[in-house]
Nanobody
Framework: QVQLEESGGGLAQAGDSLRLSCTASGRTLSAYTLGWFRQAPGKEREFVAAISWSGRTTRYSDSVKGRFTISRDNAKITVYLQMNSLKSEDTAVYYC???????????????WGKGTLVTVSS
């Protein structure tokens, strides 16, 4: 089993920045992809960003491209999501996930964290 723990969520105003972190523990993982998804109230979980094991490949949803940056520290088994220029529509619970390949589909995620709430007021 793999445990994922997110942190860094909170309340922000539009235009502010937040950085989310997600640390993995448990079963040793090899060549895994880490990603962030989010789920707003009443909506389905949607893809935000993902990063390959090497960090050389990243992918973003169109809604966050240019504002969010995903990065990882394999020594710490941690993935980060730097969120700049936050908008009210970024309000959601943000989930970290592990998969074997970069994916935008929530059903392809093997392990999930419990999520961290980000609230952006306009």
């Amino acid at each position: 089993q793999v445990q994922l723990e997110e942190s860094g969520g909170g309340l922000a105003q539009a235009g502010d920045s937040l950085r989310l972190s997600c640390t993995a523990s448990g079963r040793t993982l090899s060549a895994y992809t880490l990603g962030w998804f989010r789920q707003a109230p009443g909506k389905e979980r949607e893809f935000v960003a993902a990063i390959s094991w090497s960090g050389r490949t990243t992918r973003y949803s169109d809604s966050v491209k240019g504002r969010f940056t995903i990065s990882r520290d394999n020594a710490k088994i941690t993935v980060y999501l730097q969120m700049n220029s936050l908008k009210s529509e970024d309000t959601a619970v943000y989930y970290c996930g592990v998969s074997s390949l970069i994916t935008t589909w929530a059903n392809d995620i093997d392990y999930w964290g419990k999520g961290t709430l980000v609230t952006v007021s306009s």
